[in-house]
């Protein structure tokens, strides 16, 4: 047992899960030309693990067993620990193409949420299947997504209220025996659980006493029998109007999950009917699984920025002042992504007994980041100009009696080659899709659930302001009062 | 002759031109897969004209011939002229499922702008061109596309500029004879060039003298030897993945015109060395074609916002306070966009000896939507949700082990059905393409073009109040000395 | 009888009326240092039927008396009467140094929101009690102020809600009677009352049935006994501080009105008791309100675009582009509300049996230029640079010992007098100031309820495009069901 | 010597210094009643150092002496150094009601930047008179004003350009002689220089050769010979028109400095001539400012984030929707204020040979905040409401005839007194004037300066996410050479 290595991580997935795409179900995700680029975009975890120059970052000993483990699975303790799997996070996209692995980051925080939760229920039992749950995800080497978002029916109702077209909008209980639980329902927007080991299922919102089914949590393995996966078309090729890139393709598709009553034994169940205990459990998760969020946007970020600067002074502009103005823009989102997740991880809250990120500070560097996607993109088709759609594809460029005019015409500063300039528009429009847009606004939540936790958590901060406003306004009666 | 059908339409388009498209070259634009989806939305234009309920719209009676000609190439008298060619873009988009026909909109833009720009020169043999070649499209009712934009080079470089790379970034004179000009050079982004009669090109920026034989502007054929033109790939089918739709798929490309050495005859330049006068003729048609823009502009708005209205009832989220904000936004763009293109041919303009539609009101009306365009993207998105690109696909729908899970667990507010959710998700995922964004802003020239324009216009009114503030001051100076 | 002169406006205000200011009582509000400027303010309305070049602007013929009166009190029949007196307003204002006279205008919008909500309830004594006091209006050309809003409390809790402090938070009635009825409650923010002749009451909010006695409107003479009136202190005079000028101060205070057990004679009163109508009549007067804002707004909103071009010219830096960015955003606000407010009339409704401006236009117009205040607020004092606030005073520059060293250092562009610099700043700082602020976002109501009111109004929109996307969508299910 | 107290700090400034304001000369500004409010405001500074719970952070021991000396002229060493300081600053502005006490903190940056400048020319004579200085500072703990921006005349000439009305309009060096330089010229906006001890002069813009003259810094004595200030009126009162405050009154004013020939001797010269190290100058000052505004400012937002809260609560509506949006908008301004301070100190960057603030952070830290001031602003008025400036005056709450109808009228939500509600208007009042405004937009350089530091100091980052960039598009070209 201990780290797995790439070839160890595939061979796993070959495990009689089922897997559909395409109106058509995947035999072997390993195999499936599209799928494949989603296991070799996840297996970069278990590779950076036997680069010397990742080892540090991607393994730690534990201090338990002295055994070698995946740095996501380990505990943080202290400041320095949450700025550690930050870099981890930020360098495994970075060498990855600017796509994070996502192998193992959403399932440990996944798993810390469900051990702070327990922690805070203060349920024995709870807490030991989290601890051996852990203990079998570090000795294994797992790959594990986190599963949150139901599928809701009509998102103003409760799960339980009778108005909902049926009962099952949101994962719940449907039977309960000796071996364990039997649930039903289906989670969605799940990023690589097509190609994952373990999912690890929680709820998605507050729940009411009447909801108390639907207060569960649980993790079972992807070839668990009654779970049905149906994953989304992804781009996982560059097509023939595209110039081919060397550097190879890398891209995720999310699934559809489906718990088609599904039985999940007593110790993998962390919770069940504990329906005070859900909000916490969703708080818990959301700002670790957004500080990941932030973590592999820096690169996204990164590249945005840099196909802005390029494509700026292959048009001969980057010293217009309004394009210099747009670069700034562009700047400071960057760097303000960078300082506040940094900024987080050195003002950590103890929270659940495990340091966690400060959640004021996350959530803002996440909305922030969110929040401002529209606006980049805006800036860089603006820099870029109309070309990034209307030029010619490499098809036209291969077409010996198209070819010419094209090199010819489409040439920008002299000393950029055409090619170069017809390449950089290509990678610009691949990164601006609409897809990324959706993902930037609703990946790790949407824009109101963090402005609500923003709001929540940086209450004590206000009324403190306010009682000291009160203060200078010279009113009499006692602060505290109001 | 006088007015055709889309028959006749489709029958002139068969001339020989040099079309290519995804690297190969076309032999009969009406015929190929692609390219007749963008001959069938040119031909609503001509199909309208016989429509009972749009006939009077479409067409007037010429004062001078009495003949009915398109209100295209009707030279606008007043206000309500103005008023009515808007109405006719408006419903003619509108009618034409959201995309506009194009067929002789931008063209007759041009067509304005070169007569404009004649007056504005009193050059007697300029004025006779442009009124006998107007009178020719009035007769044989052509489309033609209005062709502007160069390709440039090094884009804070002049055409004649020594440290461009070669001399042939922006269109230029190579030769004058007995029988004509000579030109060379190519213009990019000339939507629906490939389908139409006729080409009118104009250059796109101002110049300095050195720049003489860069200021040209003449009308030729689509078929004229040495014009090639290389479309780029559009969405032109619904593809498997989509559910299928009755209504007939419209869309554009657009080209990029390839002028090889081309003979113009003399009667067809309309620039030809008046260096002084290429940015007005710049600055005539911007007004108008974004008058234009603003017109067509307002059914995709229209369609934006039933969309996500739609999507929000199907949620069940329509009465969440975020949501109607959100929704309020989206209606507040939409009604200012109709608001100042109205106001516009309100407040028109006398200028080169024709009512045009004021252009500070039509600049801001278009700068605000392009400027705004990816802001309403991001709400609608946000309130769409994540399965908008998460959603499985009609291939799943159709495939019986996976359609029932997706009918099931995909539903939203009951009542609807879940295939009429996935349908909204569908058509929002293609009206909110990357494609459109940029489409937004750098259609009818960038936001920059428009602010300068607005700048400029509304300098006059500007100083007005300057001098009113200086009064107010109690300055004791004469404000006109300022 | 018949039209008022101004010295006839000033002798109908020494009535006895009961006015507080500054912690005394006023004794004669056209005698009083600071009251008198606000006299002279409004009686510029009179004024203006006398001075030839405004005549035909301010004073039309009843077509049923042949008498001159008030174009405010006219009762509009077309687009045309509306646009008059949207030109009344605007020229009246800028004749008047920028501050609108006020006098009848919210009198005027208060009378015809009255009389629309009398052939709402289709009570004809109602209707009749509207049609006499109108003509009473008309025949003594009377200033009156129209007050709404209510002093409130608790302000989410209704009128009657036993939680609030005091059941007198809305004016209410508390006692019915063969004379009339007796009010009590206070009105705020009601501009001008001080010196105006009538004051027309009305509610500020939806009521229920519990509300009923909250649900009142009425007009009373300004000094009815039991009106008491506390006015705010303001700017109304230049004082030492600054450099004299030669145009007369001109400004307005509002008042907090109490009703003190007023008894309103029953042909007075125009609403008791019709709670369903206390929205209607608040919904009438916003929208008329709103329009009479964003009309004396655009003489406000010019002022700053002058003066930001004024102190872009005397700090040298006109040209510079991102100032030049900054007089585009001003410039570009200053003609979006001129357009909008023009196009809410040319798109006008038939409400109430008389035409109103465009309710979703015009609330676009008055929230557009609200909510921008600020910003165009921060772009002036940008421009203008810190000697905004730093600069020494008039007293520094009459002391010869420092006189001489202000008029060296404190130039600006070569050309331009210090004074005319220091001037100018002058006016800027008196323009931007925080009171400028919020009457700018709750003068006519707050932002929200501007929303508020464009998303009801447009809302008929809305559920068009929906259907029309619906259908795109190729949705089965007959549109009209969702 | 050593540490000063407050005492000896006001003896210190009987020193027949000359200033003038409100047209008159000032003989003593400890005893004149609106500077002494100046005055005792900077006195602050030196109380904390005597108060046990500040001691530890407004004092340190000086390593070569082993003397307590200021924190602010210790030279920091490291990231913690740099924290501290930020910290005294947070708490001495907290401390003093909110006003930064200012008597060390921008002298130290003038003091810091003038060594790291003397490091870079590497000239030894300057590196030991800025030593000297210091040391000077230290042993007497006087307090310093950094003055920085020229009056500039046409803002867009060089100093030295022909076309400025006269020479003078940027500080410059008349005479050299063998005692020292004579200078000549002005600076304005030099807070709480009317009385500081010392006072250091910088040059505010880069420099050509023409210029040599023009770059000087130097520092003497607030008294000596030829200084003139003329500081601008202030708020040093509450009036008689606001309810008394127990808590003093503190606020600064800020001189315009003449400088009529003065003789500086040469030990005091710390930049003469070398224009080339002008801008060097400017930017290491900048940057340091720029962390000392970030500092000062957390605490100004928090009382308008308390405010804001309060003013919620006393008017019911802090459960209301979009008021709850508004505040949370507040609560991210002052979170990312103080997170972006606290990490450009974590991320420092050695410079000059001292270590300073990250300069890309700090600079995105201030301008964050200086570009939100005014929305800040709008939503506090906005959640206020109109009562903010309508309100009765205290005058009118003392009048027993008129108290009643206030007091009974003006209450917001059961159980907070109308009076505390009326004192959080006033200061709600006082804290968003436009003079606050002016000051969050131009104290330490206007908002174009931040931007424009932004842009050059990130410019090393995004010249490596371009090579990224240029990699991920394939493109074969050594990404180096563009």
């Given amino acids: 047992m201990g780290l797995k290595t790439a070839a160890e991580y595939r061979q796993s997935l070959r495990d009689g899960r089922v897997v559909y795409l395409n109106g058509g179900q995947v035999e072997d995700v390993t195999a499936h030309p599209a799928l494949r680029v989603g296991v ?40 320095g620990d949450l700025l550690k799997r930050h870099e981890l996070m930020v360098t495994g996209t970075r060498a990855n193409q600017g796509i994070v692995p996502f192998t193992k980051d959403i399932g440990a925080d996944s798993m810390n949420a469900v051990s702070m939760t327990a922690q805070m229920m203060g349920k024995k039992e709870y807490v030991e299947r989290a601890e051996n749950f852990r203990a079998y995800l570090q000795k294994n080497d797992l790959s594990m997504a986190g599963a949150m978002t ?68 649980f993790a079972i393995p992807a070839n668990t029998k009654g779970v049905v996966q149906i994953c989304h078309p992804f781009h996982y090729q560059i097509g023939a109007d595209n110039f081919p890139v060397d550097i190879p393709v890398r891209n995720h598709t999310d699934s559809m999950i489906i718990f088609d009553d599904v039985l999940v034994p007593w110790d993998r169940v962390f919770l069940a009917g504990e329906w005070e205990f859900a909000m916490p459990l969703v708080y818990n998760f959301a700002t670790l699984h957004r500080h990941t969020g932030c973590s592999y946007h820096i690169p996204i970020l990164e590249i945005l920025v840099g196909m802005a600067q390029a494509i700026a002074e292959y048009n001969g502009i980057d010293r217009v002042s309004h394009i210099r103005e747009q670069i700034t823009d562009l700047a400071i989102q960057l760097q303000t992504l960078k300082s506040l997740s940094k900024a987080s991880c050195l003002d950590y809250e103890i929270y ?9 500070v996350t959530n803002i560097a996440k909305y922030n980041y969110a929040n401002s996607w529209h606006n980049c993109t805006k800036l860089i088709q603006d820099i870029a100009g109309g070309l990034l759609i ?46 990324s847009e959706v993902v930037a606004i609703h990946a790790e939540g949407s824009l109101a659930a963090q402005r609500m936790m923003i709001l929540v958590e940086a209450m004590g901060d ?21």
């Fill in 352 to 360: 659940g007994g495990i340091p966690i990120p400060n959640r004021t």
């Fill in 150 to 217: 139901d599928v809701k029916g009509n998102r103003v109702l409760r799960p339980s209220d009778p108005r909902q077209a049926h009962p099952d909008y949101y994962v719940r209980i449907v039977d309960r025996n000796r071996d364990g639980i039997v649930v039903r329902g289906a989670k969605v927007h799940i990023t690589a659980a097509a190609y994952f080991n373990e999912l690890l299922i929680m709820p998605c919102r507050n729940m009411s006493e009447a909801d108390a089914d639907y207060a569960v949590s």
């Fill in 40 to 79: 070799d975009t996840a297996a970069f975890d278990y590779e950076m693990a036997e680069m010397p120059e990742y080892r540090d970052l991607a393994v730690v000993t534990d201090e338990k067993t002295g055994e070698p483990i995946s740095r996501y699975y380990y505990t943080p303790k202290n400041s």
């Fill in 390 to 435: 209307t030029a010619p594809t490499y098809r036209d460029w291969q077409n010996p009696k198209t070819r010419g005019y094209i090199e010819k015409y489409l040439g920008g500063k002299a000393g950029i080659s055409t090619e170069d300039r017809l390449r950089m528009f290509q990678i610009i429009r691949h990164a601006l899709s609409a897809e």
């Fill in 462 to 482: 206000i009324q403190e302001c306010k009682q000291w406003a009160i203060g200078l306004a010279g009113s009499k009666k006692a602060a505290a009062d109001t």
